[in-house]
């Protein structure tokens, strides 16, 4: 996650995050992803059912009962124990989280053992009355997926009308008070909408928007040929970065982020090189708390059947189930060969990866990208769209001189 506003529009300094000591427990929420001790935030999906038919959705929901989810004693179990863990935030999503009965409850409960408890949702079954009641128990912010405007979203979601109804879902959640944002997941179906989201954001007075890179996974597998080429990523992070810088010089400011792609950090970082070299140390040294990708160490997912995934687009790597034994047991298990490494992660990829001069803060990006490209988890995201000039590691003092002398025939 890469807080463009943060960075590029320098609402955020290195001192910010330091006055909290980079404690999760301690940090604001806006700042949570520049802690140091990475406790997880963990995504669950509660259920697997939804009454839309996403083309990207990774968990391949329907809209049919699934017989495997997690009771009620083993749902209250489980929030205790990452209570306990120290878990900052906890993401109820799905499938649809708000056809789950029990949702409300649980997220108040998280929120009475002092858990952050956000929803992702598709934003069609936030009448008034849930609204209100979301509000009641505490919920710290809603996210609301929105991939386009009319058309294009509800061809996106593949439910005519989803797009009227995810406004009122947005416009029930202002009423209540509850802060809301959207989540946009960009492709070649829908890059051209980017404008129009920015234009809803300002029109509906919405302040926070995550854009996300595609992630070949569930669904998504099917439309991996729809990704983003490198330029087209280039250019769309280019205007996301122009429009943030405009809704802020206008006294306008929104929180925008990107997500599911760190080689955004480093390009980010290349542009403040040059646009302003003085911010550009603070944005370096923010970059360098976030610390890249975080799947398997300060992010990971609890399925609705209980099976602990390093991150929610990882489904075949399974790293035990909360059936079975805490979260926190599974998490800090250091006889998991796998886990371990993904903790270190900077010490096993391979190719580009290896020896990218952004490693320590991209950390390799997304691996179940990789993996699902090149069979391979260790090898280079194919999403990463920095050039090999980019990415090269700078020549030290010490060996250029010998260069110089080997050239000249003087001797050092």
């Known amino acids: 996650m890469i807080g463009i506003s943060k960075l590029y529009c320098s609402t955020v300094e290195p001192s910010d995050a330091l006055r909290y000591s980079r404690i ?4 604001p ?6 802690s140091k001790d990475k406790k997880p935030v963990v995504v669950w999906n509660m259920t697997r059912r939804c009454n839309l038919k996403c083309v990207h959705c990774y968990a391949q929901s329907e809209d049919l009962n699934y017989d495997n989810e997690l009771n009620h004693e083993q749902s209250l179990a489980m929030i205790d124990d990452l209570a306990k863990f120290g878990v900052p935030v906890i993401l109820f999503s799905g499938g649809e989280p708000l056809v789950h009965p029990h949702l409300a409850e649980y997220a108040e409960y998280a929120v009475q053992k002092g858990m952050r408890a956000v929803i992702s949702t598709n934003g069609t079954l936030i009448t008034k009355e849930k609204a209100k009641i979301l509000k009641k128990i505490g919920l710290s912010y809603v996210g609301i997926s929105m991939d386009g405007l009319e058309e294009i979203h509800d061809k996106f979601r593949g439910v005519k009308g989803a797009y009227k109804k995810a406004i009122q879902g947005i416009k029930n959640c202002q009423e209540a008070g509850i802060k809301v944002g959207l989540r946009f997941t960009m492709n070649r179906r829908n890059v051209s909408e980017i404008p129009g989201i920015f234009d809803l954001l300002e029109k509906m007075d919405i302040p926070r ?6 992630v070949y996974s569930g669904r998504a597998s099917a439309i991996a040929d729809e990704d ?6 280039r250019k769309a992070l280019d205007l996301i970065m122009e429009r943030t810088k405009d809704l802020h010089d206008r006294n306008k400011p929104k929180e925008i982020l990107t997500v599911d792609n760190h080689a955004d950090g480093p390009y980010l ?3 403040m090189l040059k646009e302003n070299p003085e911010k550009a140390k603070n944005v370096l040294e923010l970059l360098q708390m976030n610390e890249g990708n975080n799947s398997g160490r300060g992010f990971g997912c609890i399925s609705w059947d209980g099976q602990v995934h390093p991150d929610q687009f990882w489904r075949d790597k399974v790293l035990g189930n909360v059936k079975d034994r805490p979260f926190s047991e599974i998490w800090t298990d250091e006889s998991n060969e796998f886990l371990m490494k993904l903790k270190d992660k900077k010490s096993h990829v391979k190719s580009r990866c290896a020896d990218c001069r952004w490693l320590d803060i991209c950390a390799g990006n997304f691996r179940a990208r990789a993996e699902s490209i090149a069979g391979d988890p260790w090898d280079t995201d194919p999403a990463c769209y920095l050039t090999d000039q980019e990415i090269k590691k700078p020549i030290k003092l010490k060996e250029y001189k010998s260069c110089y002398f080997l050239i000249s025939g003087q001797e050092g």
């Open 228 to 233: 983003l080429s490198h330029e087209e990523t």
């Open 29 to 34: 929420s806006h700042l949570l992803q520049f």
């Open 24 to 27: 999760s427990g301690q940090l």
């Open 269 to 271: 970082y290349l542009k």
């Open 209 to 214: 928007a995550c854009f996300y890179h595609l």
